[in-house]
Each structure stands twice: as C-alpha cells, then as structure tokens.
C-alpha cells in the first residue's frame, strides 16, 4: 500500500522561530492536504495543494507541492504559542474517493 | 451552520458490547469516512461511503460494521469482536464530485473500555 513518511514526529522551538516540516510518499499523489489538530478536536484543514510546483501560502502558513509528486512541505513563520498542536499530511491519488492516505504527524511544541 | 456532528463526546464500552458513533452532516456531501487513530499515530480508514446504501470497507474494517441509510447519517458501530477498541475515532465527509474537495473532519469521539 501507499506509504507515508512525515518527519519530524515532534518538534519543540521558541516563539518566534520559523518551522519546517516535510513528507515523503512511496507513490504518486494528485493531491496533497494538511491538517492541523488540537487535542481532543479533529483536524481541520490548512491548506490544500492540487498542482505539481504549487506553493500556496494561508496567513503565516506557506505549502508546497513537489515537483515529482511524492513529496510536500510545510512552514510556518514566526510561530505563536496557538500553533502548538499535531500537523497532518494527507495525499490523494486520483480517481478515488477513498485513498487519502495520512501521515503520522508532527507535534508542534512552542515555548514561550 | 453546516458541518460534521460527531456524537458522544465521550463514549464508555464493557467487554462485549456493541456500541454505535454517530456521525451527521449537513454539508449535502456524498461521500463519508470513518478513521480511528491511536497515539503517536496517523488516521487509519475503517469504513467509507461514497452514496446511499453502499459501504467499502477500508484498512482496518474488521470488528466494525456500518450503515447508510441516509445521505446524512453514516453511524459506525464498533462490535465485541473489536479486541482493542480504545482510540479516538474520526468521521469525515467529502463533495466527491468535484475531485478538488479536501476532506471534513468532526470533533471525533473518543471510545474507552471498563
């Protein structure tokens, strides 16, 4: 099956730092989402990429899409104590309603 | 508003039983998921349901059942054959007919055993 490498799993910086994190596919995606979770919530969506080179930017939040399709990151810009949470990438092969693959996370940790 | 109701909150189960996690939206949206996830990992696809009164299972199916009835109801029901039953589970639903459309999530259920 599809495979999913999201690193780091967890991160602990200082506010006001900028923060990066990536993911790594073993296969294609047409699409590449992520997410952010607070504990005990849901995810909820940050930014969505459909375009191989894309890069899409929300507030202090800038994605892209890899040019092979088999890898995104993500960055946040000087960071605030409200990012700390779980991000989630989630890539989508094309023609299907079901293979939104997830990967493991990333917990974001920001110190005063 | 619209959204993604996921209910209880908080769900308590005893060895042997069956219990049922409702999910409901009112996002007019076709396609429907259930995910589980543990600690430290991603979500993992139990059930979905792209249209009324059809289900695919999805990685993790066995000890769970479904049904959809409804456009707007796909409650998940997690069986006494589930032997670890314990995660926080997830429902989300998707406009599958544009093939743009990310994912919803609702504020999940999280499921423990006595």
């Known amino acids: 099956g599809q495979q999913l490498n999201q690193s780091p799993q967890s991160m602990f910086i200082q506010e006001g730092e900028d923060v990066s994190m990536n993911c790594t596919s073993s296969?294609?995606?047409?699409?590449w989402l992520w997410y952010k979770q607070d504990p005990g919530e849901g995810p909820v969506l940050l930014i969505a990429?459909?375009?191989?080179?894309e890069l899409t930017s929300n507030g202090r939040l800038t994605a892209q899409f890899g040019i092979t399709r088999k890898d995104s990151f993500l960055n946040i810009s000087a960071s605030i104590p409200s990012d700390v949470g779980i991000y989630f990438c989630?890539?989508?092969?094309?023609?299907?309603?079901?293979?939104?693959?997830f990967g493991s996370g990333t917990q974001l940790t920001v110190l005063p | 508003d619209g959204g993604i109701t996921q209910s209880p909150k908080y769900l308590f189960r005893k060895e042997g039983q069956n219990v049922t996690l409702s999910c409901e939206q009112n996002?007019?949206?076709?396609?429907m998921y259930w995910y589980r996830q543990d600690p430290g990992q991603g979500l993992r696809l139990i059930y979905y349901?792209?249209?009324?009164?059809?289900?695919q299972k999805g990685d993790i199916a066995e000890g769970y059942s479904v049904s959809r009835e409804k456009k707007e109801s796909f409650p998940l029901t997690v069986t006494s054959a589930q032997k670890n039953p314990t995660a926080f589970y997830l429902c989300?639903?998707?406009?599958?007919?544009?093939?743009?459309?990310?994912?919803?999530f609702g504020d999940g259920t999280r499921l423990s055993i006595l």
């Open positions: 989300a639903s998707r406009d599958y007919r544009d093939t743009n459309q990310p994912q919803h």
């Open positions: 296969s294609i995606f047409n699409t």
């Open positions: 990429l459909y375009k191989a080179g």
């Open positions: 989630a890539g989508r092969s094309s023609g299907s309603a079901r293979q939104l693959t």
């Open positions: 996002l007019n949206h076709d396609a």
């Open positions: 349901s792209q249209i009324v009164n059809d289900f």
